[in-house]
Each structure stands twice: as C-alpha cells, then as structure tokens.
C-alpha cells in the first residue's frame, strides 16, 4: 500500500504559508532532504492555488532537483473548477478526495507526495489519510499566517528521523499513528 507523504516548511511558530519569507537560506544537507523526500514519489497532489503559483512558475524553472521532479511527476489537483493554465502531467480530481486518496492508496506505485498546498494538507490530516510527515523547520518566527495544524484534531505522531542543517533548520520526519 502506497503512503501519503506530506512535505511542509514551517517556521518555529508553525507557520506554513509564505515559507518565502522565513526560509533564506538552503544548505546541502536540505537539498540532501528533498532529494530524498522526491526520490520515493510518483504522483503529487496539489491544492488549486499552489496548481495556479506554481504552473507559472515550475515550468521555466532550472531549480534541481525540484524542477524536473514536479514536471515530471503526475500531479492531481483539488479544484472544482478547470484548470486555467495548461501543465504537462496534470489532471483534476474528478471525486470526492477521500475516496480518491483511498482509491490511489491501494494501487502499485511509490509515495503520493503533498508539498505545499496548506488547505489540502489540513484536510488530508484531518481525514487521517496522510502516513508520514516531512517537515522542514526553520529558525525564524513568522508571527503570522496560516499554521498548518490549525483544525487538525489531536493526533499522534512518533518521530523517524531528526537532522539539522548546517544553516540552522531542522529536519523532521514523522510516522503518524493509527
């Protein structure tokens, strides 16, 4: 069964939205990170408005090794609506998530990776359909905008890995408990 594997950059205060503005720097031993965080996904979901940010960016982009993963990558996205701007591998989800997140789950293939996307990530906590969380903390305070467990009913997590960056971050990955 294949795992739901949720990769967000958070600041110290749990803020997700705009990493811009608190991640300044990436080191090595981050770009190791992603590397492998990617190297186990197949297929990605996206949120609408990270499909929209990131269509017109990710395309032109010569950023490795995220560039060629995410076109590459087959990307669901969760929209009601069509997607206005046309992205190689792309395809809206045509169900009700859980159903096709279940649906996805039980097929063959690698990790169904989420990056990014704050309001998907939170509903697919909320549902318990993610398995794993990749968590990059940095060492800034954001002192606003969206947290991303915000709404997300108490839960369990039992810590896999730890690694801090030369930089400052830290590198967490979490199993989630059943």
Known sequence: MRKVVLYELLSLDGV????????????DVMGENLERVIAEQDVVLLGRRTYDEWAQY??????EPFASFINGVRK????????AKPWE????????????VSELKDREGGDI??????????TL?????VDE?????????AAGGRKLF???????????????????YVLLDFAVRP
């Open 16 to 27: 997700a939205e705009r990493p811009e503005s608190f991640f300044r720097d990436f080191d």
């Open 89 to 100: 591998n792309s395809a809206v989800i045509d169900a009700p998530l859980s159903d096709f």
């Open 113 to 122: 990776g989420v990056h990014g996307s704050l309001s998907l990530a939170r």
């Open 58 to 63: 990710w395309p032109g982009s010569d950023i």
């Open 76 to 83: 669901y996205v969760v929209t009601s609506g069509e997607l």
């Open 150 to 168: 915000d709404g997300v009913p108490p839960r369990r997590f039992q810590l896999t890995r730890n690694v801090s960056s030369p930089a400052g």
């Open 133 to 141: 969380l990749r968590l990059v903390v940095a060492p800034a305070i």
């Open 125 to 129: 906590l909320q549902d318990g359909l």
